[in-house]
């Protein structure tokens, strides 16, 4: 049976992908993914094969890996931060629909939630929601509801895809949605090129994040109530001592 590994290369820097990740890409033929992924890793993998097709190919993307799969060569889809997070581990499960005869591994990577976490503290510590701001493939009102009903249950948020050239204003919209809940000055922060050269991280609060203007290579994480600043970070107590 072919096997395609479906890969999340972590963040962005190599010692952020996971072992399991990296011996699977050594022992793959064929590397397929997006352009600026295939860029992040293809120095560590000499001698591979490198296939790549621009942004918004994925179904493309998808079905070369499966034909390559198909040529009895061994496959490796790749990822930025984990594969099941916004990533393309779903789709290739919809499109091996087609290939019954490809079977699919999944290998999970250090998503950005979780790796720019660590760039800005303590943020995540207690219960916490995901949400996209990217309309591309979810209408607005949902994101909107999704905001709105995280923020009144007090869950700390973190925002992927929070800007574009054509979405300049989502993030202050996101912002105001959570105004109706929480304060002003709640601890919110936000990290661009996490694991990349560049890396950034600030923590600032709610009411300032409003006014700043992010780019697609950043992620923000909103507070919850109990969110504080300590030692400049960003923290979320997850209440041990008031046990
Ligand atoms: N599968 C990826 C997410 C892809 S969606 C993961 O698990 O991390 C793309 C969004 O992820 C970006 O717009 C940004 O919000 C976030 N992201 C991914 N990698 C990032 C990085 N290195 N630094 C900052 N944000 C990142």
Known sequence: MNTIYVVGIG??????MTV???QVLKSCDVIVGYTVYVDLVKEHFPGKEFLTTPMKREAERCELAFREAEKGRKVAMICSGDAGVYGMSGLMYE???????TELRIIGGLTAATSGAAVLGAPLIHDFAVISLSDLLTPWEKIEKRILAAAEADFVICLYNPSSRKRHDYLQKACDL???YQKPETVCGYVKNIGREGEEGHVLTLEQLRGTEVDMFTTVWIGNSQTRELRGKMVTPRGYRNV
């Open 178 to 180: 959570v105004l109706r």
């Open 95 to 101: 499109i091996g629909e087609q290939y019954p005869d």
């Open 20 to 22: 399991e990740a990296a």
């Open 11 to 16: 963040p962005g820097a190599y010692e952020k």
